[in-house]
Nanobody, 127 residues
Framework: QVQLVESGGRLVQAGGSLTLSCTAS????????MGWFRQAPGKERDFVAH????????YYGDSVRDRFTISRDNSKNTVHLQMNSLKPEDSALYHC????????????????????WGQGTQVTVSS
C-alpha cells in the first residue's frame, strides 16, 4: 500500500513563498499521480493541484492556478508544491494524495478519486 509523508509546512507572512514536499513509498506501478488538497478548520477539503507522474501534466484548482506550481521527481517518488504570493486564506492543513494504476490515474478535484492520503502539513499565513 502506498504511504505518503508530507513536509515543509510552517508559519509564513502574507506575500511570502513556501514549498511543500510529499514522498511516496511502496509505489508499485508506473501509472501514478499525486495531488494536493487543503482543509481549513470547519471547512471542506479543497483541491489544490494534481500531477501525472508519467506525463508531468499539471492540473490546478481555480484559487491557486496563477500562484502555485506543482512538480514531480520521478526518481524520488516525490511531489513538490511551490506556493507564491501566499494569502491568509491559504492557511490550512495541506494533504498529499495519490492515485496508482492505469484505471485510477486521472486529473480530478474529487477526494474520492484518490486512494492514498498523507497526514498533512500545516501552513499558516499571517497578515
Amino acid at each position: 500500500q502506498v504511504q505518503l509523508v508530507e513536509s515543509g509546512g510552517r508559519l509564513v507572512q502574507a506575500g511570502g513563498s513556501l514549498t511543500l514536499s510529499c514522498t511516496a513509498s511502496n509505489r508499485t506501478s508506473t501509472e501514478f499521480a499525486m495531488g494536493w488538497f487543503r482543509q481549513a478548520p470547519g471547512k471542506e477539503r479543497d483541491f489544490v493541484a494534481h500531477i501525472n507522474f508519467g506525463t508531468g501534466t499539471p492540473y490546478y484548482g481555480d484559487s491557486v492556478r496563477d500562484r502555485f506550481t506543482i512538480s514531480r521527481d520521478n526518481s524520488k517518488n516525490t511531489v513538490h508544491l511551490q506556493m507564491n504570493s501566499l494569502k491568509p486564506e491559504d492557511s490550512a492543513l495541506y494533504h498529499c494524495a495519490a492515485q496508482e494504476g492505469w484505471d485510477k490515474v486521472r486529473a480530478s478535484a474529487a477526494t474520492s478519486a484518490y486512494a492514498y492520503w498523507g497526514q498533512g502539513t500545516q501552513v499558516t499565513v499571517s497578515s
